[in-house]
Nanobody, 123 residues
């Protein structure tokens, strides 16, 4: 199985910064992509940023120029970061880490999710 541990959320004033981290570990045969999603109260879950195993990135238009996604590959773990700058109250949401990975060569890729971390931006 794949375990995801998120950290870095919290309360910040508008125009402040936060960095979210998501550590992926466990029986990872191959990791295809990692990303961050968010869900605000009363709204649908949306993709915030995405990074492939090749390092290509994509961020939502609503956060472009403010958020940056990156990853750090260690020997047995992978960490994905979301650097969030110039935060706005509308960025308030629960942020979830997502990983697409295979746990064995014979298995198909599957989605794995973190527990979520709250980000609250005050005006």
């Amino acid at each position: 199985q794949v375990q995801l541990v998120e950290s870095g959320g919290g309360l910040v004033q508008a125009w402040g910064s936060l960095r979210l981290s998501c550590l992926a570990s466990g029986s990872i045969f191959r990791l295809f992509a990692m990303g961050w999603y968010r869900q605000a109260p009363g709204k649908q879950c949306e993709l915030v940023a995405h990074i492939t195993d090749g390092g290509s990135t994509n961020v939502a238009d609503s956060v472009k120029g403010r958020f940056t996604i990156s990853r750090d590959n260690a020997k047995n773990t992978v960490t994905v970061y979301l650097q969030m700058n110039s935060l706005k109250p509308e960025d308030t949401a629960v942020y979830y880490c997502n990983v697409v990975a295979k746990i064995a060569a014979s298995e198909r890729p599957d989605n794995y999710w973190g527990q979520g971390t709250q980000v609250t931006v005050s005006s």
